[in-house]
């Protein structure tokens, strides 16, 4: 069964599913909406900035980057976003590829294999700061974040960065772990 299939089949809601939704939170039934649409057979250019928009209305943050390890470096490559100003996005043109030894807190959950959260309650220390040059890019540039590893068979591909920078709301733990699954799409 091809994906296209596959979320055909499962975006019309049977009878039964019909009678389930009414016991459904808004939230799953949102979940269940984006997990559909996710299944759609789009090329990966279109996919990434769908996939990221899907995650960034599931979990309410306001922005959510993108970034892959490049195999064989000891770099990180910007591949997509999805909240981004313009003149954020500007500031990441390129490609822009950040050293993972200049990479600061994006290198610590790299090398951790573990979800970084920087707020008030866990602020960022001194040697997880991004290096200068990268430390002055718009999209960089927030207080509050969460950085989640994406990984596969052990190890990480990349990375998702997650903040509330508009909306200066403090991040839902419990929409952090959703955020791997939306990997799985990429």
Not at 20 to 26: A, D, G, H, Q, V
Not at 38 to 43: G, S
Not at 129 to 157: E, M, W
Request: proline share 8%; with cysteine; glycine share 4%.
């Amino acid at each position: 069964m091809t994906r296209r299939d596959h979320a055909a089949k499962h975006s019309t809601p049977t009878k039964k599913q019909r009678a389930t939704s009414k016991t459904l939170t808004p939230t799953q039934e949102r979940f269940i909406r984006l997990s559909a649409a996710l299944n759609e057979d789009l090329p990966l250019e279109q996919q990434i900035p769908h996939v990221l928009g899907a995650a960034r209305e599931l979990t309410g943050y306001d922005r959510l980057v993108l970034w892959a390890k490049i195999p064989a470096a000891e770099r990180l490559v910007y591949v997509s976003n999805s909240g981004l100003t313009p003149d954020e996005t500007d500031s990441l043109s390129g490609p822009l590829e950040i050293p993972l030894s200049k990479a600061g807190a994006l290198a610590k959950a790299y090398r951790e294999q573990a979800v970084l959260v920087v707020d008030d309650e866990h602020p960022l220390q001194t040697n997880s700061r991004l290096k200068p040059a990268y430390s002055d890019i718009k999209a960089l540039r927030t207080n509050c974040f969460a950085v989640v590893p994406l990984a596969a068979h052990g190890q990480v591909l990349g990375l998702l960065v997650a903040d509330n920078k508009y909306a200066r709301a403090p991040l839902d733990p419990n929409s952090l772990c959703v955020l791997p699954t939306f990997a799985l799409h990429l």
